[in-house]
């Protein structure tokens, strides 16, 4: 049987999208065109996953009517999931697009959740991982959560054998690069990278000296440096790694991130070599920012982007 791919999101989201020629303050604003998505970046991975033909099943925290909203729309959509249910309502985000690009955005908090729903959660996720090959975490935790949660189902995978790769940022991410096991692939942009060391990069010879010397990231086989529209410094092992990508015309960058993780997911899923795994990370992260859709890749380009994709060890 074929293992699947685990991606959680522990804080999901409705994502409505209200497009609006002006946004009027302190009066009515009607709008006609209105988008709604399952959201979460760990979703986002799971889209692609799927769409990548891996088989992936979400996981995470869900409930109420918006929580409904979402198991539907990925049943429509063919995604296997498996969220642990809570009591409290999952959250709306709005993003309101007006006046020539303008992005206002309003984003619920979400449910506050506390240590019982934790226990519970992290027995759920253990027994989740018969038959997984690769386990993907994304995002930020609800409220009341412990920020060694990530942490510790780290532990808990690699006690299976099982790799993790790591979308976090903040204290999570810091609390998972200092818990017992250290996750398998962090995949942090320049900003992330600048914020859990404290201070900022000065450039790449900089970069990829942090990564060396810093002892946060000893002991993570893969740390992938995402760098938008310059590609990724990536670190595997002792090899360090510049990724250059051609330049593209951008619809929508939001997301890329998630498609990356999704494209290194599935290459690590299916033990293919680093080349391919990181030649398949950088391919699908321009194939979501060529596209409208928040976590989409059309998969008829991926052999045409794959091969854009220059690697130089440095
Ligand atoms: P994040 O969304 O986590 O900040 P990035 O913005 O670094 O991640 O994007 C992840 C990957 O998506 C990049 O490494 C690159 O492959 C692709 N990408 C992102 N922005 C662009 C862009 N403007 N042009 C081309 N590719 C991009």
């Not at 206002?104 to 959740?113: A, D, F, R, S, V």
């Not at 992330?192 to 990231?217: G, M, S």
């Amino acid at each position: 049987m074929v293992k699947s791919i685990l991606a959680i999101t522990m804080n999901p989201s409705v994502d409505i999208s209200y497009p609006l020629k002006t946004l009027h303050l302190n009066t009515v604003n009607r709008v006609n065109d209105v988008a709604k998505t399952a959201g979460g970046k760990g979703l986002n991975v799971a889209r692609v996953l799927h769409q990548l033909n891996s088989p992936v099943i979400a996981s995470g925290v869900l409930g109420g009517t918006i929580g409904e909203f979402i198991e539907k729309q990925l049943d429509e959509t063919g995604i296997r999931h498996e969220f642990m249910a809570i009591d409290q309502e999952s959250r709306n985000c709005i993003a309101i697009l007006h006046d020539d690009m303008q992005q206002t955005e309003i984003l619920e908090k979400g449910p506050i959740l506390n240590s019982n729903d934790e226990t519970k959660f992290l027995v759920h996720f253990e027994k989740q991982l018969e038959n997984i090959a690769v386990v993907t975490i994304s995002g930020s935790l609800p409220e009341g959560l412990s920020k060694r949660l990530y942490a510790q189902m780290i532990e808990i995978s690699s006690s299976k054998g099982i790799p993790v790769l790591l979308d976090s940022s903040g204290e999570t991410l810091k609390a998972s690069l200092t818990g017992d096991k250290k996750p398998f692939l962090i995949k942090p942009n320049q900003e992330e990278i600048a914020q859990l060391i404290q201070q900022p990069i000065k450039d790449l010879t900089h970069l990829k000296q942090i990564l060396t010397d810093n002892q946060l990231f000893s002991g993570v086989e893969w740390i992938v440096v995402s760098l938008g529209a310059d590609g990724a410094l990536v670190k595997h092992g002792t090899q360090c790694y510049r990724l250059t990508i051609p330049k593209i015309d951008v619809v929508n960058p939001v997301g890329s991130g998630d498609s990356t993780v999704a494209g290194l997911a599935s290459a690590i899923s299916k033990k293919a070599s680093d080349i391919e795994i990181m030649t398949t990370g950088m391919a699908t992260g321009m194939l979501n920012t060529i596209e409208k859709q928040t976590g989409f890749i059309n998969t008829n380009l991926f052999t045409e982007y794959y091969e854009k994709v220059l690697i130089k060890k440095i």
